[in-house]
C-alpha cells in the first residue's frame, strides 16, 4: 500500500482546486510525457523560490534532456 506523503497530499490538493478542464489537461500531458509549465511555476513557489526560466526556455530544456536518455528501441 502506498504511503501519502506530504507532497503528495499538496499535489492531490492544488489538482482538486483547478477547474476540470485544467485538470483534464495536466492529466493529458502527464500521460503524453508534454512539457507542464504551470506545473514547474508552482512547484518553484512552493520551494521559495521564483522560477529560472522564461516557458520557452522551460519547453526547450525538456525537449533536449528528454532526448539524451538512453533507449532499448
Do not use: N, W
Amino acid at each position: 500500500m502506498r504511503r501519502e506523503t506530504e507532497r503528495d497530499a499538496g499535489c492531490v490538493m492544488r489538482d482538486a482546486a483547478l477547474p476540470l478542464p485544467a485538470r483534464v489537461a495536466r492529466i493529458v500531458r502527464r500521460i503524453i510525457g508534454a512539457p507542464d509549465y504551470a506545473a514547474y511555476v508552482e512547484h518553484c513557489r512552493v520551494a521559495g523560490q521564483a522560477p529560472p526560466l522564461s516557458e520557452r526556455e522551460y519547453v526547450a530544456e525538456f525537449f533536449e534532456a528528454k532526448g539524451k536518455g538512453v533507449r532499448c528501441c
